[in-house]
């Protein structure tokens, strides 16, 4: 049940990615802009060449070993908190850093850049599956904080 659990959070994640930047990369050209809520939420087609929030641009394989290295490491935790208590919050966050890895690590592959969209203008434009990674890495960040219980 749990590795069910687990790929279908990863299908989930990678197929909106995968539509949302065919979507923003069908409807804008590179740096165009729209409007969500002015000043707030914009949609800006732009080309990241690095990590998140574009640093480390163009550094070539290492963005091609880190995604590998983490499926190993996710696929091991999974199997490891397989019966544990939580087990099923530390999955679900584990499919989602994972989907989200896959799903830059697509756009490295055939493009050669990650598309980003998400322009809050506050925060460098990001997208589905960076959002995806953050929210997995913030659940597991909350569990591994004890409760102060008295």
Request: positive net charge; aromatic residues 20%; hydrophobic residues 50%.
């Given at each position: 049940m749990d590795i069910a659990l687990?790929?279908?959070?990863?299908?989930?994640?990678v197929g909106?990615?995968?539509?949302?930047?065919?979507?923003?990369?069908?409807?804008?050209?590179?740096?165009?802009?729209?409007?969500?809520?002015?000043?707030v939420v914009h949609f800006t087609l732009v080309h990241n060449t690095g990590i998140?929030?574009?640093?480390?641009k163009d550094c070539g394989a290492v963005f091609f070993v880190i995604p590998l290295i983490l499926t190993g490491l996710l696929i091991y935790?999974?199997?490891?908190?397989?019966?544990?208590?939580?087990?099923?919050?530390?999955?679900?966050?584990?499919s989602l850093i994972l989907g989200g890895a896959i799903g830059n690590l697509i756009d490295r592959i055939f493009l050669g850049y990650v598309v980003d969209f998400i322009?809050?203008?506050?925060?460098?434009?990001?997208?589905?599956?960076?959002s995806a990674i953050t929210v997995g890495a913030v659940i597991i960040l909350l569990k591994c904080i004890p409760s102060s219980s008295k």
């Open positions: 687990f790929l279908a959070g990863v299908l989930a994640v909106i990615d995968r539509l949302s930047k065919a979507f923003f990369a069908h409807l804008l050209s590179l740096n165009e802009s729209i409007t969500l809520i002015k000043g998140a929030f574009g640093l480390f935790n999974v199997y490891y908190y397989r019966d544990r208590e939580y087990s099923r919050t530390y999955i679900m966050a584990f322009d809050l203008r506050v925060w460098p434009v990001f997208n589905v599956a960076d």
